[in-house]
């Protein structure tokens, strides 16, 4: 074998095999890893040195190696090896063997001999099993983020609806004070008029008149409210100002209980339209009212504004890329600029436990971009805080 | 389809190249299976390679999982063979190879590569040696998927390989009892099917 230098100084393995799977040569590499010496003269079969070897599927890919004249493969990933050669134990190894990739090629045609190169693909699988673990524990960890994040994002919406409720019964709880004062003045002079026996006729008929209209105006409270959490889910043309005001009433009482004023200001052209779902944008104006009327009492109770002084106030008009801009604005003296970046965050709240939750502009905020593409985004006046929404018109 | 990559003559040439091919593998594969199968000629297809997605959307309709094996061989003709497989079909192929009804994953696999190297050589080997010419050939290598013309589409846009032309080979082998479906496909640059134009020319001169 003239070969014979060049074969040896080969940093991988090579054996010249005939078809009975005699081993004809046998390299330095060869010898080194698996600590076995073959003389090539004594004729010793492969098989019989390494009673593992796959006898049948070896003959079938020399002889299509032979027949073709191109090269068979035995590839490591699937087939692991060809025959054992244990890895060094003192390194870090999942494998057992050494990992090989085998071609067996052509290499005397007439004499029927092939040469089997041997390389090591040990440190290479060692490395893709290693992967393969880091990928799948990220993906553990992506998927286990992912339904944290679901989980939250559901127990959010349910809490901003029940914050929505919440808002709603106190604010029933408001509108009905005062007809069921009115009642229950009506009920107190009805006793006295008997005593004093000046029921008649006339007087029966004043007093039913009087408790109807009260009632009426607490039912038509209800129905309000029930058109505010009926969820008409369709998108519909609405003019913001309208919308405005419906707000303003089913809040007048609370405000006018915490001797807040309020005033609504349409620097509209014409009669705005926006498109979307109405309810949407009503919660969010609760949002904001509700804040403007928590930091003006706030205000009041620190002596900072006078009893009665709290305003807020709602300026609707065009913007300058022709969408329709909504202006809150209350004067309880504005946001912490600290804070001013951190408002929209779910559970950012400066008030107490039972105060807030810190849903309230989340909720605005997902709402505006995601229903009407719009901003929202807050800034201090001279006097308090401006909240101002950006809705751009759409086509249905 | 737009114009035709190959003329009826060239397609003629690779044809009866394919068909020699067809016969040397036929026999290898009968011989290592231990059972008598044929391959009947095989039907020859020439596309530009954006055209191969709805191709192989159309031919693997309904079948889910397959095994995408891919061979490179370089030179002047330069390329890659594709050979494609339903799972089902390389189980069975797994069992006549291994003569064995326990196979796992690793078998098949091993069935799989195997399988493609003797066609894959037994067809570019042939083609080369008859076009005169050499060619060196690296191991093939394996995937399994679902999404078989992304997969190849995917494949062939891989860090300096620029294959644009691709030559579909529906490959069958028929047993007495049952009947196994394969495509091979050989994806190769534009200068090597050009140089492939001029061989077929050639070896139609030399008839
Ligand atoms: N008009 C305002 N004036 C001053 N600070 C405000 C105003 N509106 C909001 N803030 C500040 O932004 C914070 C977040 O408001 P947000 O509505 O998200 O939550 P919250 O009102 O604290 O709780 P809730 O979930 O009950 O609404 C408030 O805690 C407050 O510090
Ligand atoms: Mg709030």
Request: contains cysteine; charged residues 25%; hydrophobic residues 40%.
């Amino acid at each position: 074998m003239q070969n014979r230098i060049f074969l040896n100084s080969l940093n991988h393995g090579v054996i010249i095999l005939d078809t009975d799977l005699r081993v004809r040569f046998w390299n330095a590499w060869l010898c080194a890893y698996t600590g076995v010496e073959v003389d090539p003269d004594a004729g010793s079969r492969l098989d019989v040195l390494f009673p593992e070897v796959d006898v049948r599927t070896l003959k079938r890919k020399i002889k299509n190696a032979l027949t073709l004249k191109t090269p068979s493969f035995i590839d490591a990933s699937v087939s692991h090896y060809l025959f054992k050669i244990p890895v060094d134990k003192i390194t870090y190894s999942s494998f057992e063997y050494m990992q090989q990739n085998v071609t067996i090629a052509p290499y005397d045609l007439e004499a029927g001999l092939v040469s089997l190169m041997i390389y090591d693909q040990t440190p290479l699988l060692e490395m893709k099993q290693r992967l393969m673990g880091f990928n799948r524990e990220l993906e553990q960890r992506v998927k286990a983020a992912v339904e944290e994040n679901r989980r939250k994002d559901m127990l959010l919406q349910q809490q901003s609806k029940q914050a929505a409720m919440g808002e709603m019964i106190s604010a029933i709880a408001h509108q009905w004070r005062q007809p069921l004062n009115s009642i229950y003045a009506i009920a107190q002079d009805f006793e006295d008029a008997f005593e004093h026996g000046e029921i008649d006729k006339e007087y029966v008929s004043e007093i039913s008149q009087e408790m109807s209209n009260q009632i009426d105006y607490m039912s038509q409270t209800i129905e309000d409210f029930r058109n505010f959490f009926k969820h008409n889910r369709s998108k519909v043309y609405f003019s913001p100002v309208e919308t405005v005001k419906q707000v303003f009433v089913l809040l007048s009482s609370q405000l006018k209980g915490s001797t807040i004023g309020y005033a609504l200001t349409n620097d509209l052209p014409k009669e705005g339209k926006l498109f979307g779902y109405e309810n949407d944008l009503k919660q969010v104006l609760i949002i904001l009212i509700n804040n403007a009327r928590d930091a003006i009492v706030a205000a009041t109770q620190k002596g900072v504004l006078s009893h009665g002084g709290g305003n807020v106030s709602i300026h609707i008009k065009d913007g300058e890329n022709g969408e329709t801009v909504i202006l809150v604005m209350d004067n309880a003296g504005g946001i912490d600029p600290k804070n001013l970046e951190k408002i929209f965050e779910p559970y950012f709240t400066t008030k107490p436990d039972d105060k807030g939750t810190g849903i309230g502009l989340f909720i605005a905020r997902r709402i505006i971009e995601g229903q009407f593409d719009g901003t929202i985004t807050a800034e201090n006046t001279a006097d308090g805080a401006m909240f101002i929404l950006r809705l751009p018109h759409r086509e249905a | 389809m737009p114009a035709e990559l190959l003329s009826a003559d060239e397609k003629d040439a690779l044809q009866e190249l394919m068909n020699i091919s067809f016969g040397v593998a036929s026999s290898i594969i009968s011989d290592s299976l231990n059972s008598f199968s044929t391959m009947p000629l095989p039907k020859i297809d020439a596309m530009d390679l954006p055209q191969l997605e709805a191709y192989f959307d159309e031919k693997f309709r309904g079948i889910t999982q397959c095994y995408i094996v891919t061979q490179l061989f370089r030179n002047r003709f330069d390329g890659e063979s594709v050979f494609i497989i339903d799972d089902d079909s390389a189980m069975r192929l797994s069992s006549l190879l291994l003569e064995s009804d326990e196979l796992g994953k690793e078998d098949v696999q091993a069935s799989v590569l195997e399988i493609t190297n003797i066609i894959s050589s037994a067809c570019i080997g042939k083609l080369v040696e008859l076009l005169d010419a050499q060619i060196f050939f690296n191991p093939p290598v394996i995937e399994s998927t679902c999404h078989i013309g992304e997969s190849v589409l995917r494949l062939s846009k891989r860090e300096g390989m620029e294959f644009t032309k691709v030559i579909i080979i529906e490959t069958k082998l028929e047993f007495e009892t049952e009947q196994i479906t394969g495509y091979l496909l050989f994806l190769t640059k534009e200068s090597s099917f050009v140089w492939l134009k001029e061989a077929l020319g050639r070896f139609l001169d030399d008839l």
